[in-house]
């Protein structure tokens, strides 16, 4: 990759020489741990300007602190969540609604928003997600002794759950995953093609809501009203690709990663399926260790941020995933420790913009381990087998084979 010129406005000396997406463990890795391999942007500065830090090869402000990550994301008049991550891959510009919204717009959308993603309305989905994943592990079980764990259960499961929410056919599961996929993860080619795609998929359902409604998510939204008005068409497709999309990896994401923790930890595997009181708060520790999201802000204005001479326009990084390792936080941060109580992880975010789904989230994690561990007898990576990880904007993991007696 070419030398990405450096602004002049930031000084040589904090140049660093890291990104999410090009450096050792981030690329498509056997057997990877890119969660690891953050860590070792503790051992330099709080903040430093790595040149090549975004999907399209810009470079970012990159904040290592968890305290200072919190200071940027409740700053919300100097540092702005408006980027048009997604409408950028068409050479448009419309915001994801509510997640890139500044107050107090953003919080007009999110106090629609709330109660569908609740606490009270996921007690309500609770049956409905445990059953899900039963039916999808008893499967596996009677199956055989080995599979698949993205391919038969993880995705499956997490986007079946949001799949009903948004009130979508299931039988299309494979290609809402494969558009998410091209969209998160795929070239210059299949990135802006994905987009185009769910955006008219996006169009399409909400037009056919409006003239039949029913009961579900994409019905509620064009009915609604904000400020004693009806929602426009951007403002429908904002939210409803934020949901479409934000439904379609992370979680399954999360699932991936603590199953290939506990399958290669089997002392922690045992402890939770001798003591499954213990799931909830393992969970926890697992969301800790293994985040998924890079969450951009753009400076409003000039600033100056514990040293840094920050622009405005200037791309500023906080990685859940490099907070979440921070010493000045976490005791052993780079240990993953099931007992850990007080746990302040920035999984979810933090301030205005926390994930507005983590509620859903956390159960479907928590339903999902507790599920599996009652099901499947005590299991290990497949030998043979090396599980592919990646960084990047959002972390992942694929082809997780397990096996069991």
Known sequence: MATKPVPDHVPPEMVGDFSLFTSPGMSPTPNGDPHA?????????????????????LGTWVITRAA????????????????SIFASA??????????????????????????????????ELEPTIRERAATLIDRIASSGTSCDVMKDFAFPFAVNIFLRFLGLPDHRLDTFVGWAKDLLHGDDVRRPAAARTIVSFIDELAAMRRK??????????????????????EEVRGIGVLIFVAGLDTV????????????????????LR????????????????????????VARKDVDFEGAPIRKGDYVSCATMIANRDPTEFQSPNTVDLTREDNRHAAFGYGPHRCLGSHL?????????????????PFRIKEGTAPITHGG?????????????
């Open 37 to 57: 391999a953050v860590a070792c942007v503790h051992a330099g500065p709080s903040i430093f300007y790595s040149p090549w830090n975004t999907r399209t090869g």
């Open 68 to 83: 200072d990550q919190r200071r940027v994301l409740q700053e919300t008049e100097v540092f702005s969540s408006h980027r």
């Open 90 to 123: 068409l050479g448009e510009d419309w915001p994801m609604i509510p997640l890139e919204l500044d107050p107090p717009s953003h919080g007009v959308f999110r106090s629609l928003l709330n109660p569908l993603l609740s606490p009270k309305r996921v007690t």
């Open 212 to 233: 039949k409604p029913v009961d579900d998510f994409m019905s509620f939204i064009v009915q609604a009203q904000v400020e004693g008005r009806g929602l426009t068409d």
């Open 252 to 271: 399954a994401a999360a699932i991936g990663f603590d199953l290939a923790y506990l399958a290669r930890n089997l002392k922690d595997q045992e402890l």
């Open 274 to 297: 001798n003591e499954p009181d213990r799931i909830v708060l393992a969970a926890e520790e697992l969301l800790r260790a293994y985040p998924s999201v890079q969450m951009i802000r």
């Open 361 to 377: 989230a956390r159960r479907e994690i928590v339903i999902g381990l507790e599920e599996w561990l009652a099901r499947i007898p």
């Open 393 to 405: 904007h959002v972390f992942g993991i694929e082809n997780l084979v397990l096996d069991w007696a």
